[in-house]
């Protein structure tokens, strides 16, 4: 089975700054690997999937990109509402999240 | 509008059971595989099942075989989830989330299972 470890797992950052988050593959998952935003109290939020393809509807400052084992998403310049903790998902595994709370 | 929307959540005693029904709306059902995926409270996404387009394919993580039963109803747009032998451990929200592209691109809001005695 396939096991997702995310780093960190908590980013403090300011807004307007750039948060990068990384993802693990235990092995290779090729590029089927996609990223979520979840909010409290609110269900997850597809934001990438296939590594790198943007969800409808997501705005261009978030970008993913990576194959085989290793993932990065990138947040260019971070909104307020961006805080919030972010999932890698393959298959039917998903990563503990890494939390991106405001410095 | 793309919708899922759940219901069934409650309280029920451990040893219990309960059955969990998702709504589907704004989009062709029977050509997605569904799924269900929980947060147990203050915890990360855990996939719990999925069931292909047509029902054929079907499949648990290891901690409910044999406890869950995932079906769907195609002419009713509908999901459901049968969970007998409920354990605390299975408090949870659970989601009713729609596949495609490998992602879970729709999500419902959610229903909330609190399993104790």
Redesign the interface.
Known sequence: DIVLTQSPATLSLSPGERATLSCWASHSVST?L?W?Q?KPGQ????LI??AS?R?TGIPARFSGRGSGTAFTLTISSLEPEDFAVY?C?????????TKVEMK | QVELVESGGTLVKPGGSLRLSCAASGFSFSDYYMSWVRQAPGK????VS?IGSSGDSI?Y?DSVKGRFTISRDNARNSLDLQMSSLRVEDTAVY?CARL???????????TMVIVSS
């Open positions: 089927y996609a979520y979840q269900a997850p939020r597809l999937y296939g393809n969800a999932y998902q393959q298959s039917w595994a998903f990563g503990q999240g | 990360g996404l855990e996939w999925y499949y993580t989601y495609s592209f490998e992602a879970f691109d729709i999500w419902g809001q959610g």
